[in-house]
């Protein structure tokens, strides 16, 4: 993804749907090159065309797994880093579905005495080359598209446990701290996960603000720490403030 892409996506979520000619004169270009920018974003479904401009598209199915990966991915790592780096050797974590948690399994691999349980099949082969870490897996149903694992017998698995921290991601962040995502299933495990976590980590970069998932997974006030890579927008940072979360935020390195 280009800077330009980026910064076009990051308007239109702030601001919601646009013209063609509105894009092109805030980024300096041609419209030509706008329409080439949008027919780009749509074949990655980050973007939906309607009559008269663009917007974001819908909000009953996420974007593909593996595009997901690729978004912004230097960011998530910034973000896994720092979360990494405030868990300590000997802690029993759950971690979710989600590209940004895998990001967080990965930095967690030099760890010692983990105790990790998870419904995310990736996060499992990601920590499974730790000897010193201990990994269970839930049981329940195998999502095909990202070897996420819902369902009832996942919810019911998760409700054994009672960790130190649960390490979740989400598909939205309303500017009001509502958290959304796209799967009902998967919102009843993550909520599960949260139940039976002492202490909730959120991680999520910059774009999930302004993306409007349809189910409704929770609230900021149910989290205890955010991970991110930007400062939060001013409405949000008011809802994250009032509900007490601390924000950490993964700085650009300087360079």
């Known amino acids: 993804m280009t800077p330009r892409h980026r910064h076009l996506l ?6 919601g749907d646009t013209s063609v000619d509105e894009l092109a004169r805030l ?7 706008i329409r080439r920018d949008i027919r780009e974003l749509e074949d990655a479904r980050l973007l939906a065309r309607y009559h008269g401009g663009v917007g974001i598209p819908s909000t009953v199915q996420n974007i593909d797994y593996d595009q997901r990966r690729e978004m912004d991915s230097e960011a998530k790592c910034r973000i896994a880093q720092l979360a990494a780096a405030r868990v300590e050797n000997g ?8 590209t940004t948690s895998e990001e967080v399994a990965k930095a967690l691999r030099q760890h010692r005495g983990l105790r990790v349980i998870t419904n995310n099949l990736n996060v499992a082969t990601i920590l499974s080359n730790n000897d010193d870490t201990e990994i269970i897996i839930a049981g329940g149903l195998v999502r095909n598209r990202d070897r996420g694992v819902i369902g009832e017998a996942t919810i019911d698995f998760m409700r054994q446990f009672k960790v130190d921290i649960g390490i979740i991601g989400v598909s939205g962040i309303e500017h009001d701290g509502t958290l959304l995502d796209y799967d009902y299933r998967e919102v009843r495990v993550t909520q599960a996960i949260m139940e039976q976590s002492r202490e909730v980590w959120l991680v999520a970069d910059h774009t999930k603000f302004g993306r409007h998932a349809m189910v409704r997974l929770g609230s900021v006030a149910q989290i205890d720490k955010f991970f991110t890579d930007l400062p939060l927008p001013p409405e949000a940072a008011e809802a994250f403030d009032k509900a007490g979360v601390e924000v950490i935020v993964a700085s650009q390195p300087a360079t």
């Open 10 to 15: 990051d308007h239109i979520r702030q601001h």
């Open 27 to 33: 980024l300096g270009v041609t419209t030509q090159t």
């Open 91 to 98: 802690r029993s974590l759950i971690i979710n579905i989600g």
